[in-house]
């Protein structure tokens, strides 16, 4: 339609009024139609600008929507929640339990939840513990009661479960020899009607509610000493109860919000799931006054040892200035309760997938503990370094906050420990008195950042090399002559008695007796003198004023050093050279210290404490000290035991022993 | 006749085109209010010159954080940019009550503040007490970056983001975590799967498409709008930093894969090596940064982040990329006052310029200037005793901070183009004869120095 130009015929008719546009309008037929036509096309026009801005409007909205439920905002990981199904609807579990020579098990409504049939392995009772509202299993535990004391434990533990759970009970192999009596009664008070006459190779399984009703119990009798009971299987059904009635009723607040979680999934851990006055997990020790080591992260090795990791976190967060915060427990491997127990106490936990076995996986774990800590905390100067089976001192940060400083500015020191490891009841008097030794003790001690990421990280031993952490660290090409500071009392405690390098003999022998410090808020003397040229002036001191024994008499005896206190004496042994130990390896084995390996030394003195006298042991003629020595005393020579191939062994069992 | 038909067919037109319209205005009115609230809040608050709901609910937020201790900043981009307009005013008069609402109350969905994460203990009653004050909130958590590159630690997840809504605002709190190499990171806003994506406009919030590394910024308190709040003491600055925060995470789990595949040399060498790069490395980023010289991981390097988040032991020296607009006369001088010797130079800031400095021991510190064009970025190369130039072709690339053996430094943010433009497609496969003339894909004669300006061009120390 060429005539249809509307523009200009607009623009005509603007300039004139609209009355007299009207009035020519009404007499020109030809205008209005015009008009009209020009009206009709701008509306048309209008519409259509309209509509392509609405499809436009609509596609970018729409494409746009796409874009936003395609990704961009969304986790690529799919975390489809897997609905929870209640463990069940129904009221009632079928228990089914199996005793017999070589195989245990138990199955909770057709799941087994305990299943031993390794050789060798598993023999005496074993007890799971039921929640009486969920039927999930809380405890599981094997008592060994065919060896000694194994009965005494199993109390403990029976004491600790609470009322109303359920427990069930088995025998693989043998559970009676060192079954006594008190064990047998507390079996009696349960329920058990066979327990008081549970004899030699007895087969017996066993399920009641504690302090309630009792489920079923069967038992075979061994015929003869020779021989086994028969295989028994017992098939029982317990009635669950109500998750009120299973539950305590403590004051809802977040702290015990979490002692519920924790208490309806494990057992065994005694008064913290009391429900009449439960033992507290916050503890609100008093703060330091300037705490140096507030900020410093502390990490918290663990393994698979949780009733460990309980007692270790209680005795950690009660130290004075303790910062909860700085804490991370890693965890050896995807155990679920020592998660439980770190979550208890509110802290953080990491797991870690192992990697190797046996040292080389603590190993590993070690790297992987201290190179997070480092990446958690990336303004950390220092790392406190943890394990789940020490005490710590009430006067631990107090300690360190009063010595760090020394870390900081002293490059001839590698650590600060806070354990001494010649520390024993009787070899250690002074708790505000620290020493400088070469060799790392471990079991709590602090690690500068520098150190780690300078010089241990990048070459700490891989996954195949089957080293210890502690043995490499201690290697000269990782000391390089640097020096630790120790405490004279441990300011931790080595309570684990089951571990990879460890077993109740070598405890008692090398640990029990260590002395630990309980006085809060120690002052610790004179720790300038620390530093490295100021403690050779101090032992010069120290050397100056001693006075020396009779080397006439035997070191071994009491009597060798006098019946005084508070003196300073000094005793002078053979040591032809740097490397020569061999008196002062029979002198520690004398004086019931650590002999297994040289530890404690710097320059070939040893400082202990014998009868609350200062007691120095100077090595002649490797040590610098040796000039000391005056001219008419000949060193004390102590030959070794002449059978030595038993030795030898021990001391490599000994080497790695503090993992 | 004619006439007629067409005059009833034009009516009837415009009779359906204005209904139409009419509809369509109406439809596009209803679709509109029903997509986005905000769009007539907007028109409303225009209208009226402010909207308070935004203010008070910002201000109960204030309340609600400063009665649990958390030290929180705003970081919202809008208002920062509103109040550095007006900064010395501000800074001048701390106190100073302003006449109108100006800042909080231009009306948005939200308003962004950012918290240190360090600087608060999770306590869970804040967020009881959010609920009482009316608040709905919600928290987006995800995985701890600071244990990724950690074989196999498995970390609880860490929030990184919470948004908290009361009627028609939301406020987004940013999670700021403390990183290696002394800067903060952000996390990115990834919905899981059950999460209410229309609890805000996701969207539309400043921060959380990309996880984000900024320095550790230095606090002020104002008093503007009558509300107390801590702001970057520098928001221009701020603001520059915010437009090129993004963050990419090294690839951990490839480079875990690499390593199966070809086990790292764990030779005392390597480690040596290793350490002393990572020295060097970290004094030329002390030194270029103190310049403010702009620069990223180039070459060798750069595939060692991207392939084994490591430093390649047998690459034998560190190579860094600069832009040759950022190129300053100082970089020489201040170089060697850092104890780095100039090697050697080949080129001139004109064309090719390169610079080589002497690390410690056999370690060199070689950095390119690179050269940008329409449609690519090349830098140069000089053989010495011909005289022959080549030159390295590059696909355009923007930068992105990386966090590189305990360092905050720039990456090509398409870091696979620059690597398989550098490297070709087999990157992945370690070699250690190199050929910088040869075996590089994207290498390219350029022709010969003219001998005159041999003396310039090419200078070896």
Redesign the interface.
Known sequence: MDEWKPNPAAKAHKKRSWYLAWKYKLMNQRAL?KL??T??VL??L??VI??I??IL??RR?AY?EEE??AQ?????M????VPRHPVSNKKVLDVEVYSSRSKVYVAVDGTTVLEDEAREQGRGIHVIVLNQATGHVMAKRVFDTYSPHEDEAMVLFLNMVARGRILIFTIKDEGSFHLKDTAKNVLKSLGSQVAPFLSWRDMWTFAGKKGGEVYGEKHAKSPALSTWGDPVLLKTEVHLTSVEDAECHWPDT?LNRRRKRFCSKVEGYGSVCSCKDPTPIEFNPDPLKDNKVFDVPVAVIAGNRPNYLYRMLRSLLSAQGVNP?MITV?IDG?YEEPMDVVELFGL????????SIKNARVSQHYK?SL??T??????AKFAVVLEEDLDISVDFFSFLSQSIHLLEEDDSLYCISAWNDQGYEHTAEDPSLLYRVETMPGLGWVLRKSLY??ELE??WP?PEKLWDWDMWMRMPEQRKGRECIIPDISRSYHFGIVGLNMNGYFHEAYFKKHKFNTVPNVQLKNVESLRKDAYETEIHRLLGEAEVLDHSKNPCEDSFVPDTEGKVYVMFIRMEQEADFTTWTQLAKCLHIWDLDVRGNHKGLWRLFRKKNHFLVVGVPASPYSSKKPSSVTPIYMEPPAKEEGAAAVPAVAAAEQT | MQ?INK?VV??L??LT??V??LF??Y??KF?LSQ?NGSVFSKVRGIQSGQDSTRWHVVRKFLGLISSHNIPVYLIDPLILGLVDKDIEQIRSSPDGPTPDCKYFCAPRDFTTFALVD?TW?HE??LFRAAEKMGFQWLKII?K?P??D????????EIPLHYIFKLASHAIHLVVFY?????YLWHGP??????MD?KFVP??KLHF??YPGAYEKPELLLVSIDDLKVQIPKNPSSFLEEMSHSRFLECRYREARAFFQLYPDD?S?DA?EF??KAKSLLHLAALTLNSLGVKFWLSSGTCLGWYRQCNVIPYSKDVDLGVFIRDYKADIIPAFQKAGLPLKHKFGKVEDSLELSFQGDEDVKLDIFFFYEEDDHIWNGGTQAKSGKKFKYLFPKFTLCWTEFI?LKVHVPCETLQYIEANYGPDWKVPLKTWDWKSSPSNVQYNGVWPVNEWDDVIQIY
């Open positions: 139609r009209c036509q009206g009709a509306f048309l209008v519409t309209v509509n801005k609405l409007d609509t909205a746009e936003e439920s961009d905002y969304d986790d690529e799919l975390n489809v929640e977040e915060q890693f995807y953080s936990g990491i797991q870690h997938t192992p990697i992987a190179t997070a480092f990446n958690l905390f990336p303004d990421k300078d990048p070459k891989t | 006439k005059n034009l009516a037109l415009s085109s204005l139409f319209l369509q205005l439809y596009y679709y997509k360090k203990k869970v009653s995800n701890d600071r244990l590159g950690m074989d196999d630690l498995s970390g609880v403390e990183r290696s190499g002394n806003l990834r919905l899981k799967q059950h994506r996701f969207r959380g498409r764990a005392l480690v290793r350490k305990g």
